[in-house]
């Protein structure tokens, strides 16, 4: 997808939460209460962004070792925080 780990996890985020706000938006909530959705709902995207990235990232960790039919097994810094 992306060489650069930072433009993929960038990528990545801002569709996520460009995706949410515009649901959240879509309900009518009142301004008073949006944090109490806002909060919760970005720390859940970073999470799960950052969990799509080490997905990402497996997978083109694997073409290569796929090529030439290498089998490693992925060490604790291949998981998405572990990095």
Known sequence: MFKSPLFRRVGIYLVLSTAAVTVVNQLEIEQQSAY????????????????LDSRFNQASQQQPANAKHETSSPSTTDRGFGQ
């Open 36 to 51: 109490q959705i806002y909060i919760p709902m970005f720390i859940g995207i970073y999470v799960l962004s950052r969990w």
